[in-house]
């Protein structure tokens, strides 16, 4: 469950992050500022306190979720949000006179972002991506309060029943540490990749 969850959570908050920092990136009318408001409020929301707002107070306003998609949103908007900052940062650093150069080559601004922009600012996020990742990982207890059974809550109940914490405990530490493990092996073969391909990795 805590792997399923963080894995939609990423592939969910990580495209949504990208579009709400374009949409910041090319300062669009209004939405700019709704969208830093926005990101700044969930960036400032603790996130057991969001995954409680969804669940219990979105209802109130004709919108009810069960625990699980309750969970999928409240970790899909949360990371969202710092991932959309890291994003924009790559974006506001790119250097101008590249986009200029693909302006003069008859590029689009669309095609302009797919061709030559986001081919290498994904290389220059992907460690604090894949930062933000695990910390969606290590966010995944919070939702235990509206009842979903992930790793912390399945180790907390059997240390209930067997009167023995510590060995259901030291279980999740290592799973957790495994899953994050696997993150971040995922990360250095992607550098590898893109450094046997390019000689070197984008700063």
């Given at each position: 469950m805590t792997a399923w969850l963080s894995a939609i959570g990423i592939a969910l908050s990580l495209p949504l992050g990208l579009l709400l920092a374009i949409i910041r990136w090319r300062r669009v009318a209004v939405l700019d500022g709704v969208l830093?408001?926005?990101?700044?409020?969930?960036?400032?929301?603790?996130f057991v306190t969001l995954v409680l707002f969804i669940f219990f107070v979105l209802?109130?306003?004709g919108i009810e979720l069960k625990p699980i998609p309750a969970a999928i949103v409240a970790l899909t908007i949360n990371t969202m949000a710092f991932s959309s900052e890291?994003?924009?940062?790559?974006?506001?650093?790119f250097?101008?006179?590249?986009?200029?150069?693909?302006?003069?080559?008859?590029m689009s601004e669309f095609q302009a972002l797919r061709r030559v922009i986001f081919p290498q600012i994904w290389r220059s996020s992907l460690g604090p991506l894949v930062s933000e990742?695990?910390?969606?990982?290590?966010c995944t207890p919070a939702i235990a309060v509206i009842g979903v059974v992930e790793i912390t809550r399945a180790a907390s109940r059997i240390g209930a029943e067997t009167y023995e914490?510590?060995?259901?405990?030291?279980?999740?530490?290592?799973?957790?540490?495994?899953?994050?493990?696997?993150?971040?092996?995922g990360q250095r073969y992607v550098?590898?990749?893109v450094a046997n391909r390019y000689g070197y990795v984008a700063p």
């Amino acid at each position: 469950m805590t792997a399923w969850l963080s894995a939609i959570g990423i592939a969910l908050s990580l495209p949504l992050g990208l579009l709400l920092a374009i949409i910041r990136w090319r300062r669009v009318a209004v939405l700019d500022g709704v969208l830093a408001g926005f990101v700044s409020l969930i960036r400032a929301t603790p996130f057991v306190t969001l995954v409680l707002f969804i669940f219990f107070v979105l209802p109130s306003l004709g919108i009810e979720l069960k625990p699980i998609p309750a969970a999928i949103v409240a970790l899909t908007i949360n990371t969202m949000a710092f991932s959309s900052e890291i994003w924009r940062s790559a974006l506001d650093s790119f250097p101008r006179d590249q986009r200029e150069a693909a302006e003069a080559c008859g590029m689009s601004e669309f095609q302009a972002l797919r061709r030559v922009i986001f081919p290498q600012i994904w290389r220059s996020s992907l460690g604090p991506l894949v930062s933000e990742a695990t910390i969606l990982l290590k966010c995944t207890p919070a939702i235990a309060v509206i009842g979903v059974v992930e790793i912390t809550r399945a180790a907390s109940r059997i240390g209930a029943e067997t009167y023995e914490p510590l060995p259901p405990f030291l279980l999740a530490t290592v799973l957790y540490t495994a899953l994050i493990a696997v993150l971040v092996r995922g990360q250095r073969y992607v550098e590898r990749r893109v450094a046997n391909r390019y000689g070197y990795v984008a700063p």
